[in-house]
């Protein structure tokens, strides 16, 4: 079966700060991985997604994210934070064949603070 | 006009009434989804629908019934509304490719006092 952890439920950076959001996925079968942000009162955004191309992957708003298959690593990040990326943050897991099932992590929210 | 709506944006109902959550989707996609969202917990998959007339339980789908009406149309109602049904709820629809990802509605606030 497929899991995703998120390590830290709350993370908070200044601003200018590296961010970076970490996620571990567990599956038995080649993934395919989201992030997807929550901003208040809205739905859920894509960021950017791995599907077994390139393993750095360049999302919008400036985010990368880097799959590393020997950590089962998926960790998002940003060079510099923006008051403007306060909000919450979903890795998420998914395999192919057919079954096109996301399975979410718990979600870290982001503080920025300036 | 977005390519998830989802209606009401908001709700309050009492312990034991019937409510209906519908959403609706014009990216012209097969699949749709609910989940559920609680703090801690991620998003969690209530039920989901791989076209019309295939519809199938997802990990929490007790105390939970939906309706495929259309491609279009996904509805999902709460029979017997109870407090810890309180939540957000999310639709989300997708194409049959696994990479392609979902786009999701802007969320139902359910409340159940």
């Known amino acids: 079966a497929q899991s995703v952890t998120q390590l830290g439920s709350h993370v908070s950076v200044s601003e200018g700060a590296l961010v970076l959001l970490r996620c571990n996925y567990s599956?038995?079968?080649?993934?395919?991985l989201f992030w997807y942000v929550q901003y208040p009162n809205q739905g859920l955004q894509l960021l950017l997604k791995?599907?077994?191309?390139?393993?750095l992957v360049k999302g919008i708003n400036g985010f990368e994210a880097e799959f590393k298959k020997s950590e089962t690593s998926f960790h998002l990040t940003k060079p510099s934070a923006h008051m403007s990326d306060a909000a919450e943050y979903f890795c998420?897991?998914?395999?192919?064949?057919?079954?096109?099932?996301?399975?979410f992590g718990a979600g870290t929210r982001l503080a920025v603070h300036p | 006009d977005a390519d998830v709506t989802q209606t009401p944006r908001n709700r309050i109902t009492k312990t034991g009434k019937r409510i209906m959550l519908e959403c609706s989707q014009t990216?012209?996609?097969?699949?749709m989804y609910w989940y559920r969202q609680d703090p801690g917990l991620g998003l969690r998959l209530i039920y989901y629908?791989?076209?019309?007339?295939?519809?199938n339980k997802g990990e929490i789908s007790d105390g939970y019934s939906v309706s495929r009406q259309a491609q279009a149309k996904f509805s999902l109602s709460l029979e017997s509304a109870i407090p810890n049904q309180t939540a957000l709820y999310f639709c989300?629809?997708?194409?049959?490719?696994?990479?392609?990802?979902?786009?999701f509605g802007s969320g139902t606030r359910l409340t159940v006092v």
């Open positions: 989300a629809t997708s194409p049959p490719a696994a990479d392609y990802g979902y786009t």
């Open positions: 599956s038995s079968v080649p993934p395919y």
């Open positions: 791995y599907t077994s191309a390139a393993t």
């Open positions: 998420a897991v998914t395999q192919g064949g057919g079954y096109n099932k996301l399975i």
């Open positions: 990216k012209g996609h097969d699949r």
């Open positions: 629908s791989f076209d019309v007339k295939d519809i």
